[in-house]
């Protein structure tokens, strides 16, 4: 409810677009994009997920290289489709 809040708060500053993912932006420290239209999710403990082109999660094998939108290539760190999951049910519920 308090993370809900805080979103709004920063919607409002910021004026982001309203994504069905919020529950799993405000909980990745850093969110980057790939090459193949995924998204990676790099939550505080450094553990990682990812995020199909449909928004849905989805496995990977930890160790396994990615490449970013720039053309730079990144190691999975765990395999956090749990978590991920659920966060972005979280999102939806919002919407
Ligand atoms: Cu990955």
């Known amino acids: ?5 805080l979103m709004i708060a920063a919607l409002g500053a910021v004026a982001a677009p309203a994504f069905a993912h919020d529950a799993a932006r405000a909980a990745a420290q850093q969110i980057i994009e790939l090459k193949d239209g ?8 450094g553990k990682m997920s990812m ?3 449909l928004g849905r999660a ?7 290289v990615m490449e970013t939108k720039d ?3 990144l190691m999975m760190v765990g395999d956090e489709v749990m978590r991920l999951e659920s966060l972005l049910k979280e999102g939806h519920q919002g919407n």
Do not use: H, I, S
């Open 1 to 5: 409810m308090l993370k809900k809040l």
């Open 38 to 45: 995924a998204t990676l999710y790099v939550f505080k403990d």
């Open 51 to 53: 995020e199909n082109k």
């Open 58 to 64: 989805f496995r990977m094998k930890p160790g396994e």
């Open 71 to 73: 053309g730079q290539k």
